[in-house]
């Protein structure tokens, strides 16, 4: 094992609310390293009982580790391993629960194989009657109540996902849809010569790592708009905000699509737990779904970064006024809200020297509403004492 280290000109940047591909790459590799270990020590407290998969997985990782690597760093594999962790020592006493999450790793190992070329031969667990192979799709196995086994097995007619109920083949391209097989869906946009490509997640049991309950699966014509809005937007980045563009490109993976109960809108959040994923409403403007993106990522960079190194001292129940909620924040709240806020400033900043007629005197408004709450939330943190030395640079 080695040391991650963070250059101080890599660092700066990140402390100035921006960052480039390079740095966004180094904080990636952090981060896996940290899934890794977080895995491992899963493993280690699960014991030998889920050897199969572990097996799978290792044979998948000996022969395309780059290709295993971007599996873990899927945000909802990553999302797993968190909540089997709190399971696993959190006391709760649901063994059943646990079993049932902890089953998870053989999709996780078969999609592992699946993605590196390998013949696949594991059984995998079903929930609510469906066998989920991250980063790849679900396949419907069985009724909603069906929670038994599976077998994933290559064949004759490519690879095979068996219960008493059902065999369901993976087409040949798994993001696609076939009989009983729900494909992870893909955005992806380009323009001026730079590419986003995204994960449309509807299907992850691991999704829903806010509480904000995530949409079903959504409708062509659902899937339609979010092609057309995640276009419109990336147009808006790539041409207005290039530095913020590339560095989104490289660690933003997956947009989680929100239920609209109620009519939410607006709404978007990232977790710690699930690096490189962003949950949000439909969009229903592209210039709004572009701030959304600026804000979520910014809180993604400082997830990251805080994997790393403190940024402050912990929690000690002093709680500090944040403009954008109606809740006392601790301090760690308080600066990911100042660093997200931050970056929305820069975004509406260079809007206005882009737009024109009503839209110029929005951004103008949105540039000066946030450039001032920031500056007295950043006031607030200086003020507390209670950074580190990190912080305070």
Request: some cysteine; overall charge negative; glycine content about 10%.
């Amino acid at each position: 094992m080695r040391r991650h280290r963070l250059p101080a000109a890599h660092f700066d940047r990140l402390a100035a609310g921006l960052g480039d591909p390079a740095t966004i790459r180094m904080l990636r590799e952090a981060e896996l390293s940290r899934l890794l270990l977080a895995l491992r020590a899963l493993l280690d407290g699960a014991g030998r009982s889920r050897a199969e998969g572990v097996e799978l997985l290792a044979r998948a990782q000996r022969r395309a580790p780059g290709t295993v690597a971007d599996l873990l760093l899927y945000p909802h594999v990553a999302a797993w391993i968190s909540a089997c962790l709190r399971r696993l020592h959190g006391g709760d006493g649901d063994a059943a629960a646990l079993d049932t999450d902890l089953a998870h790793l053989s999709g996780v190992a078969a999609a592992a194989a699946i993605r590196a070329g390998l013949e696949v031969d594991v059984t995998v667990r079903a929930r609510g009657g469906v066998v989920t192979l991250p980063s790849l799709g679900g396949a419907e196995v069985g009724p909603p109540a069906f929670g038994g086994d599976a077998a994933v097995r290559t064949t004759s007619r490519g690879v095979e996902i068996s219960s008493p109920h059902r065999v369901v083949v993976v087409p040949a391209d798994p993001h696609s849809d076939g009989p009983g097989w729900r494909g992870l869906r893909r955005l992806a946009a380009v323009c001026g010569g730079r590419t986003l490509d995204l994960y449309l997640d509807d299907l992850d049991p691991f999704r829903d790592n806010h509480g904000l309950g995530p949409a079903p699966r959504l409708p062509e014509e659902d899937l339609a708009a979010w092609r057309r809005a995640t276009e419109a937007a990336w147009a808006v980045l790539a041409r207005h905000h290039p530095h913020r563009a590339e560095a989104i490109a490289t660690g933003l993976t997956t947009l989680v699509p929100l239920a609209t109960d109620g009519g939410r809108r607006e709404l978007s959040a990232t977790s710690a737990e699930a690096p490189g994923a962003v949950a949000l409403t439909p969009p229903a403007d592209p210039l709004l779904l572009a701030e959304s993106l600026v804000h979520e990522f910014q809180h993604v960079k400082l997830c990251a970064l805080l994997d790393l190194l403190p940024l402050h001292e912990p929690d000690d129940g002093t709680r500090f006024y944040a403009p954008w909620r109606d809740d006392p924040r601790p301090l760690g709240g308080l600066l990911h809200g100042a660093y997200a806020y931050l970056g929305v400033t820069d975004f509406w900043g260079r809007q206005q020297q882009v737009m024109t007629g009503d839209d110029r005197v929005f951004a103008q408004y949105a540039f000066v509403l946030w450039r001032d709450q920031t500056l007295g939330a950043i006031g607030r943190i200086e003020g507390s004492g209670r950074l580190t030395g990190a912080g305070e640079r």
